[in-house]
């Protein structure tokens, strides 16, 4: 019996560590342009190769614009600065990337909401090499007065191949105008690669009113 559980113990841990242990820290700024329009700053830094290697940088705004109490529309623009996926030293690529579609709010309620986002995406890298991504997230929040828990499940499609990215996480109001995060995600790249990703995040609302 021994000899089976270690076994399967040597197996898993193999299988594990062919999978890639990563971090994101993204920091989000937003601003309240008018009753229906946010602008969103955005920025994100990503690690990979088990937290070793500084792995891509990207910034760019977000607008959102509410069509009505269940619709948002979103559009916007990132540029991205990553390492080359062979780990070339000094090696980086760098991309335009472009993106738009909508979020529906499909269960509006004060303990739970439920929605679902669609986006086309278009990357353009510098120098050539475009190509469109589309992608196709659920959410689901679960609100507690100052804490918030939520669960994703994504479906993207790129280059004629499908892959998913799936993620949990919980977020505090710290204050008025910060709200910090720390999640979990499992991401599967299009070359079938599994990715277990630590995920900081910080929302600042600068014009946010109790």
Partial sequence: ?????SIVVLAGATLFA?????????????????SRTTLQLHSRLRTRDAVREFFQARFGPIVQFNVNPRVTAIGGYYYIDQHHPDRKAAQWDDFNR???GASVRLVQ????????????????????????????????????RQWTTVGTFEMLRATNVTFFRTGAGINRRMNRVMTMGLGYELRQAPNRALSHIVVTNVLIQPQRKE
């Fill in 1 to 5: 019996m021994l000899g089976k559980i």
């Fill in 18 to 34: 062919q999978h890639d242990a990563e971090s994101m820290h993204i920091t989000n700024l937003e601003f309240t342009l008018n």
């Fill in 109 to 144: 309620h004060r303990k739970i909401t439920v929605d679902w986002r669609n986006l086309i995406e278009r990357f353009h890298k510098i120098p050539g090499g475009d190509f469109t991504r589309v992608r196709s997230r659920g959410g689901v929040n679960l609100n507690f």
């Fill in 98 to 100: 472009y993106f738009g």
